[in-house]
């Protein structure tokens, strides 16, 4: 094979990675919707009855009952741990990815604004200057209204 031909395979193989990528992202968004929708009260009510049932069930009685129901908790707590820090990490994902595209856009903008002739740019406004006019009545300060009433 010659460097052309072999180009264009990791060229064709790059982009469908990107594609699958695009696509397992779009598949894993619609999974954590789901999911997270899924998960009504009432079904993990159910779900609590049900695994402290079969908790109950298996488990041997006696003093290794004890034991083993201690277990149970530690694994639940395990798989808790281990799909909270799954949940982080996807939203860092998509906050890295989100602060991605804004930098992008904030390229394209300064990009979009340096290209501008510089008269067709927009003048700041600038607030006009209130002047104040020594004649016009005012509201007294506090001060000066608690001295105005004692010395009457």
């Known amino acids: 094979m010659n460097f052309e031909a072999l ?80 949940q982080a990490a996807f939203a860092s994902m998509q906050a890295s990815e989100a602060a991605d595209t804004a930098e992008q856009a904030a390229d394209k903008l300064d990009e979009a604004t340096d290209d501008l002739p510089r008269a067709a740019a927009p003048k700041p406004r600038v607030a006009p200057e209130t002047r104040v006019d020594p004649a016009a009545p005012r509201q007294p300060q506090p001060a000066e209204a608690a001295t105005d009433l004692s010395e009457r």
């Not at 619609?30 to 997270?36: D, E, G, I, Q, V």
């Not at 009855?49 to 129901?69: C, M, N, R, S």
């Open 7 to 86: 180009r264009q395979r990791v060229q064709r193989a790059e982009l469908v990675v990107a594609v699958r990528v695009e696509k397992t992202r779009s598949s894993w968004f619609t999974l954590s919707t789901a999911w997270r929708a899924g998960w009504t009260p009432l079904r993990i009510i159910t779900v609590g009855l049900a695994g402290g049932f079969l908790a109950g069930k298996l488990e041997p009685t006696g003093l290794g009952a004890k034991v083993q129901g201690a277990r149970w908790l530690q694994m639940i707590g395990s798989v808790s741990n281990l799909l909270a820090s799954t």
